[in-house]
């Protein structure tokens, strides 16, 4: 059986991981991917309690609802950014400096 400090260790990976990326890249969907790792990591998290709180099931279900809000965030993000790279042809960040009409 995988001890609570275990789950722990390999959310703490998954959020570096992810706040690397957001930090390094240069890229609108390996910033995304990078968020969401961070997602990943808080609701392995919540499960992790949840799991060894015998008597309370908040941690699975509110992790269920952050799945949800997850899947919907990442469908609404890259929207956005398909309608930026139609509008200026790049995806770097760091380039889209002005707003248009």
Do not use: W
């Amino acid at each position: 059986m995988i001890s609570l400090t275990g789950y722990m260790v390999v959310s703490a990976g998954l959020f570096c991981i992810g706040l690397y990326m957001i930090v390094s890249k240069h890229n609108a969907i390996q910033i995304l991917i990078g968020i969401e790792l961070m997602l990943n990591a808080a609701i392995l998290n919540l499960v992790a309690f949840g799991r060894y709180d015998r008597f309370n099931n908040g941690g699975q279900m509110f992790a269920l609802y952050a799945i949800v809000l997850a899947a919907a965030t990442t469908a609404v993000a890259l929207a956005i950014i398909l309608n930026v790279y139609r509008q200026y042809k790049t995806i770097d960040p760091g380039k889209i400096d002005e707003l248009k009409d």
